[in-house]
């Protein structure tokens, strides 16, 4: 996949499977398991993004957007040179690689993720 483009966007849901049942009948995603209380979904082979189980749903906080870094450490001092706040320091996600989320001058979210190789 090409650095610096989304890779992943990310819904919070109250009910993973009334959820699936909404996506899938939309937009005939796949959906398969990534732990308790998430579904990754797509198209074919493609990935798209994921199902989050929250206790709550606050409106404007979803979905959230994810851009593929080389460098998170990087990136997260960039944002907060650029102007941003960093909300989320890097941290590993399983079988993944890392994450990190920061937050542009008008506090939009941007999530961002350094694959492991």
Same mark, same amino acid.
């Given at each position: 996949m090409a650095k610096n483009t989304f890779c992943h966007i990310e819904f919070s849901c109250t009910?993973?499977?009334?959820?699936?049942?909404?996506?899938e009948g939309m937009f005939e995603w796949t959906f398969r398991s990534f732990g308790?209380?998430?579904?990754?979904f797509g198209t074919g082979e493609q990935h798209l993004g994921g199902l989050q189980k929250v206790?709550?749903?606050?409106?404007?906080?979803?979905?959230?957007v994810?851009?593929?870094v080389d460098d998170l450490d990087a990136y997260t001092a960039k944002a907060a040179k650029? /102007?941003?706040k960093v909300l989320s320091e890097k941290h590993p996600v399983p =079988? %993944? /690689?890392f994450s990190a989320m920061v937050a542009d001058?008008?506090?939009? =979210? %941007?999530g961002m993720?350094?694959?492991s190789s």
């Open positions: 009910d993973l499977k009334k959820s699936q049942a909404f996506y308790e209380e998430m579904v990754v206790s709550s749903v606050t409106p404007g906080n979803s979905p959230s994810w851009v593929e650029l /102007g941003g =079988n %993944v /690689g001058p008008d506090g939009n =979210n %941007v993720v350094q694959f």
